[in-house]
């Protein structure tokens, strides 16, 4: 089992930033991927990027050369630093751990909510 502990969400102006991060424990393997998904009242699940362990990302087109993914691999964290946030960047978001053994796991959600 894993477990995911997301952090780092709140209300923030537009054009303005925030970072979140996710803590993996558990049975996390190192071989696995980890990204960030979110999902706006009304509407359904979407990507916003992934990283593999070697560093390979795949952003969405909506965030890219506004948002940015990281990840430590000894501490099994990802992080996502938001920049020039958008209200239509208001969504939940989730971070996802594409684990080595075929499973997939879901954080609890953080609400991230970005006012004009």
């Known amino acids: 089992q894993v477990q995911l502990v997301e952090s780092g969400g709140g209300l923030v102006q537009a054009g303005g930033s925030l970072r979140l991060s996710c803590a993996a424990s558990?049975?996390?393997?190192?071989?696995?991927?980890m990204g960030w998904y979110r999902q706006a009242p009304g509407k359904q699940r979407e990507l916003v990027v992934t990283i593999s362990s070697g560093g390979s990302t795949n952003y969405a087109d909506s965030v890219k050369g506004r948002f940015t993914i990281s990840r430590d691999n000894a501490k099994n964290t990802v992080y996502l630093q938001m920049n020039s946030l958008k209200p239509e960047d208001t969504a939940v978001y989730y971070c996802k751990v594409f684990n080595a053994d075929g499973r997939n796991y879901w954080g609890q959600g953080t609400q991230v909510t970005v006012s004009s």
């Open positions: 558990g049975n996390i393997f190192r071989s696995n991927t």
